[in-house]
């Protein structure tokens, strides 16, 4: 995967994340990101939930391994590719962590859905790629709707 500044997110896929992280309130949730690069743009198909192995998954996350490598594996076997990892921020809002830099996969995009106060009504998201300097690169939202038939 290149080195794309944009996403392309369709309003469903982006509703459908948001409603599984926020059932998952007052913990922290976490999974992966499907799609495809297209023109330097990274295009969002699907994804999916790893269960939060972290002790304190209220304010932490970690993928539980064996999820992590089954999804990995049937990703790999169905042609599927992961192009970023997710997680929410119950309390907070969407702007990586100390912990999320010290902590996140060097794997292509970054992203955070921030739940304000932990208002389920009131979130933020943002995708970000690792810059080659340990900081964060905002990356562009396209949030595209399905075209009726």
């Known amino acids: 995967m290149g080195l794309a500044l944009e996403i392309r997110l369709e309003a469903e896929l ?3 994340l948001v409603e599984t992280l926020r059932a998952r309130l007052p ?3 976490c999974g992966i990101i499907y799609g495809r690069e297209e023109d330097g743009i990274i295009v969002a198909d699907g994804f999916a939930l790893i269960a939060n192995d972290a002790a ?3 304010n932490a ?3 539980r391994p064996e999820e992590w490598v089954r999804l990995y594996c ?3 076997k169905n042609q599927r590719c992961i192009v970023g990892l997710f997680h929410s921020h119950p309390q907070r809002n969407a702007w990586p962590s100390e912990a999320d830099l010290e902590g996140s996969l060097p794997w292509g995009t970054y992203w955070i859905v921030g739940f304000f106060g932990g208002d389920p009504a009131n979130y933020e998201l943002a995708v970000y790629r690792r810059a080659s300097s340990n900081r964060w690169l ?3 939202i396209q949030r595209a709707q399905i075209a009726d038939c």
């Open 14 to 16: 982006e509703e459908r």
């Open 61 to 63: 996350f970690a993928f």
């Open 138 to 140: 905002s990356l562009a």
């Open 27 to 29: 913990y922290e949730a």
């Open 56 to 58: 304190r998954s209220v």
């Open 74 to 76: 049937e990703a790999q």
